[in-house]
């Protein structure tokens, strides 16, 4: 696609449910990257993936956090028994090569509220 | 610890006046340093960035920001705004060798007519 595209825009979950985001990046993009975004804080880097390389899941703040990028291109962050405070927008973003200097493409976000 | 903070939460500026954000890092070396808009129901969008070099830079829609090595600061301005920039603006700060951006909390911009 022209951009990075992510699914749903809106998740409403219950406490303890399990969540699935998607997130495509832009085609022929080898990085990808997830943040979270709180309300009235900055972005918070969870993971990042780098063509086949092993991912940098330095950010992800519990166990309960996993994401996967399947044959270079799509990837899923998934949480595992929500808690309120998992309550955020989730952002994907995109670069082409993941050097430091790079562009970052990032995607509309999914909006999850664990009620 | 290395950090980007944005001091202004909020900022009201009148359509065609100037604006000016702050951004200001701690970091060892200088690292790679970017703006960010987002606005209402859109992803992040680069407005300008800077590596090395001059340290005025120009951006799209208008933008500039100016790197002070001796201040650690990396300010955004626009000389004349107009409504479509009512936005959050975002200061980011990729470490030298680091594909990581921290990022401050962001400065919101409202515009009045």
């Known amino acids: 696609g022209a951009g990075v595209s992510q699914s749903p825009s809106n998740k409403v979950t219950e406490k303890g449910k399990d969540v699935e985001l998607r997130c495509d990046p832009i085609s022929g993009h080898t990085a990808l990257y997830w943040y979270r975004q709180s309300l009235g804080q900055g972005l918070e880097f969870l993971i990042y993936?780098?063509?086949?390389?092993?991912?940098?899941k330095s950010g992800l703040p519990s166990d309960r956090f996993s994401a996967e990028r399947t044959g270079g291109s799509v990837s899923t962050l998934t949480i595992q028994r929500t808690q309120q405070e998992d309550s955020a927008v989730y952002l994907c973003?995109?670069?082409?090569?993941?050097?430091?200097?790079?562009?970052?493409?990032f995607g509309s976000g999914t909006q999850l509220s664990v009620l | 610890a290395q950090s980007v903070t944005q001091p202004d939460i909020h900022i009201t500026v009148s359509e065609g006046a100037s604006l000016e954000l702050r951004c200001n890092y701690s970091?060892?070396?200088?690292?790679?340093l970017f703006w960010y808009v987002q606005s209402p129901g859109q992803g992040l969008q680069l407005l300008l960035k800077y590596f090395s070099g001059d340290t005025l830079v120009q951006g799209i829609k208008g933008f500039e920001a100016e790197f002070k090595r001796s201040q650690s600061s990396f300010n955004l301005r626009k000389p004349s705004v107009h409504w479509s920039d009512a936005a959050e603006y975002f200061c980011a700060v990729a470490p030298d060798n680091d594909y990581k951006l921290s990022f401050g909390a962001g400065t919101t911009v409202t515009v009045r007519a």
């Open positions: 973003a995109s670069s082409f090569q993941g050097k430091p200097n790079e562009k970052l493409f």
């Open positions: 970091y060892g070396a200088t690292p790679y």
């Open positions: 993936f780098q063509g086949n390389s092993a991912p940098d």
